[in-house]
């Protein structure tokens, strides 16, 4: 497994992570298999979605309105930031991406995004890559 | 890797492609393993749940209610789909499943699904089947 | 693959399963891989967060806003529980974790939680490790 660093510099932001991804299955030298992307946070997500600048901002705002900051969750008497928690979970923690030909599989408009939800923070992503 | 096409007939849509994953699961000869699922689009997702049609319908209803279309998305200056993308970001682009005894591991109700969001066109499904 | 039942007590409810997964990873042997953990059911969920007390009310509380309980649903014709089956994708049916040193590689506030959105009931989760 590769660990990698992640700095995000915002309070919420996409940090495109596709070429660290291709780099660990190139070192891997799995030819047939698959990628397992991880953040071992629990305020972020790893999801697979098209990069435009736009959509990105879109995709902040869009979880910002469906876990509101501050909307009286029990556990922000804990920590204050339930809702980046939510949106974690709404987004996921994992992703698993197909191997072929010594590639990772993703389509033309696809790339692998690790979504900071309770930056900045220094964090880690983890790549598995499974197969021959 | 297997890929299948998939044609969708329909601007939201969900097809059932349970038996072409079962097909690589048989023509990959793998006995304990794990099936990825995977679209290489951003506007579509796969799921698994109850392919019942009264809840795929539920489904497509609900997910326009979480992101509407045309709600002010500034990824729609660019493109006019950007709720097809974060539906797709909500629902996944990937699964994977295990395969024990050389079959999926499915529950009794569960089937895999692809999710058309902003249909119709030719689409695709990446299937690998890891393990022995 | 190993299953373990998993008895819910509650109509909603937050499982810690990360024992049972890490007791499956020692019980494979593999040193290399990942584990993927799925749950054979359309209305339980399985993900990845972290386990506090409070965090876990609020999120049963924030999907039974996300997805209401009898809101007109067209399978509640046939079910009446058409609320979980959309709760439960929106949240996933399986999750990757990668294995490396012969231990699941979660994060230190990480845990494998086994979300019931139906019950109480008597559940099961499968878990199948790959690697070397």
């Known amino acids: 497994m590769e660990t990698f660093p992640v700095e995000t510099r915002e309070r919420t932001e996409v940090v495109d992570v596709t070429g660290l991804v291709e780099g660990a299955v190139r070192n891997s030298g799995v030819h047939e298999g698959a990628a ?3 953040t ?3 305020t972020t997500a790893v999801v697979i979605n098209e990069r435009e600048g736009r959509l990105m901002q879109d995709l902040l705002d869009w979880a910002a309105r469906m876990a509101p ?11 204050g930031n339930a809702h980046a928690h939510l949106r974690g979970i709404m987004m996921g923690a994992s992703v698993s991406v197909p191997v072929t030909e010594g590639r990772l599989a ?8 690790f979504v900071e939800l309770d930056g900045p ?3 880690r992503l983890n ?4 197969g021959d």
Chains 1, 2, 3 share one sequence.
């Open 127 to 130: 790549v598995q890559v499974l």
């Open 36 to 38: 397992v992307v991880q």
């Open 106 to 113: 993703l389509g033309t408009w696809q790339s692998v995004l």
């Open 121 to 123: 923070r220094s964090r």
């Open 40 to 42: 071992p946070h629990t």
């Open 69 to 79: 900051d501050g909307a009286g969750y029990r556990h922000d008497g804990i920590d």
